[in-house]
T-cell receptor, first 117, second 117 residues
């Protein structure tokens, strides 16, 4: 089991540039989550999908952030234009949700550390 | 200006001692609870979970206790080892008023565990 795979591991970009973060969930999982982690705010849920459909994007900070899940094995989180305050570690996580409890736990990738200068 | 970040609780123990990490949750509707361990540079890693119809669950060297009356969760680590040093997060699934929660978790701020050899 390769786990949740995120790329790139590190991204350094200049303010105003577009940033795209990528995630491959665990095969067979049908829910995918994007979290952001900072020292100031801890782990924050940005958006999550179930069966490739966005369920709740209320955590997305601004219109500069967008996420897509074109198929069950791939998701992207895009920031355009990026700003220094977007600097954080972005985590992708996946789980299997059968529709009724019990759910399975979230499995996280190792994150993308984004630095916007 | 002065930056203000999260002030995480810390726990320092000697190798071989037992550790107890505590967590309070606020939502009485939460029905699923998970403990995660996060090491530097990695994503949160699943340790153990417990459902609301249980009050205790044991794993390898770890035990989770759930007290629904006071909305309290604890993680006990037996014979703590230096490799257990990490940040530990509790998380809960708050459900969706009878519907599926899609596996969405809400995380606590974390506790830093340091194990001294």
């Amino acid at each position: 089991d390769a786990g949740v795979i995120q790329s790139p591991r590190h991204e350094v970009t200049e303010m105003g540039q577009e940033v795209t973060l990528r995630c491959k969930p665990i095969s067979g999982h049908n829910s995918l989550f994007w979290y952001r982690q900072t020292m100031m705010r801890g782990l924050e849920l940005l958006i999550y999908f179930n069966n490739n459909v966005p369920i709740d994007d209320s955590g997305m900070p601004e219109d500069r952030f967008s996420a897509k899940m074109p198929n069950a094995s791939f998701s992207t989180l895009k920031i355009q234009p990026s700003e220094p305050r977007d600097s954080a570690v972005y985590f992708c996580a996946s789980s299997f949700v059968p529709g009724v409890t019990p759910n399975s736990p979230l499995h996280f990738g190792n994150g993308t550390r984004l630095t916007v200068t | 200006g002065e930056s203000v970040g999260l002030h995480l609780p810390t726990l320092s123990v000697q190798e071989g001692d037992n550790s107890i990490i505590n967590c309070a949750y606020s939502n009485s509707a939460s029905d699923y609870f998970i403990w995660y361990k996060q090491e530097s540079g990695k994503g949160p890693q699943f340790i153990i979970d417990i459902r609301s119809n249980m009050d205790k669950r044991q794993g390898q060297r770890v035990t989770v206790l759930l007290n629904k009356t006071v909305k309290h969760l604890s993680l006990q680590i037996a014979a703590t080892q230096p490799g257990d040093s990490a940040v530990y997060f509790c998380a809960d699934d708050r459900g969706n008023a009878g519907g599926t929660s899609y596996g969405k978790l809400t995380f606590g701020q974390g506790t830093i565990l340091t194990v001294h050899p």
